[in-house]
């Protein structure tokens, strides 16, 4: 079983809806959440991130941390057809020197 | 930001290669990952001070180098099939536990 997963989708939403994506991690040691947008043949561009549990906001993101559950979740308002990207999870321990990723959910946001 | 090169490359199974990163400036701290077509990226390792600090899962024929201009290297040897990836470079301060940024990688094929 991976540390992360991630549901791979595609998630298909016409424009101007919001976009919901989470994942969830068995690893309880992780305190550091990130959110990374990756288009084709790009790096992954970090979006949000957020320390331990707690909502954050940023615009038309929002980033959720659910520790008791070991769930994240990014939520994407008034989407747009730019937002048409990959979306990775990626969590860090305190002491860890890495980030642990999901497999990304590819998402497709319809004209 | 970070740049790597080159963009892609074609190599023959057995074969060795060598990936370039450059670091973005302030930066001291350079991690490599490897992320197969449809996954997120995997740790390989990462690099502080010019010392290796901390490997992922993967063997010893991956190896790498930092320099002190703000340049590193990834080196993978015997060249397997299963190494055809994207390698991404990111770089950090070895402080921080959000701010890696990741260059756009390199697209590597064996044959």
């Known amino acids: 079983q991976k540390e992360v997963e991630q549901d791979p989708g595609p998630l298909s939403v016409p424009e101007g809806a919001i976009v919901s994506l989470n994942c969830t991690y068995s690893n309880s040691a992780f305190q550091y959440f990130m959110w990374y947008r990756q288009y084709s043949r790009k790096g992954p561009e970090l979006l949000m991130y957020t320390y331990s549990s707690g909502n954050k906001e940023d615009g038309r993101f929002t980033a959720q941390v659910d520790k008791s559950s070991k769930y994240i979740s990014l939520f994407i308002r008034d989407s747009q057809p730019s937002d048409s990207a990959t979306y990775l999870c990626a969590m860090k321990t305190a002491a860890g020197n890495k980030l642990t990723f999901g497999g990304g959910t590819r998402v497709l946001v319809k004209p | 930001g970070v740049t790597q090169s080159p963009t892609h490359l074609i190599k023959t199974r057995g074969q060795q290669v060598t990936l370039r990163c450059s670091s973005q400036s302030g930066h001291n701290t350079v991690s490599w990952y490897q992320q197969a077509l449809g996954q997120g990226p995997q740790f390989i390792f990462q690099y502080y001070r010019e010392e290796e600090n901390g490997r992922g899962n993967f063997p010893p024929r991956f190896s790498g180098l930092q320099f002190p201009n703000d340049s590193s290297e990834l080196n993978v040897n015997a060249l397997e099939l299963d190494d055809s990836a994207l390698y991404l470079c990111?770089?950090?301060?070895?402080?921080?536990?959000?701010?890696?940024?990741f260059g756009s990688g390199t697209r590597l094929t064996v044959v």
């Open positions: 990111a770089s950090s301060l070895m402080s921080s536990n959000y701010g890696y940024t």
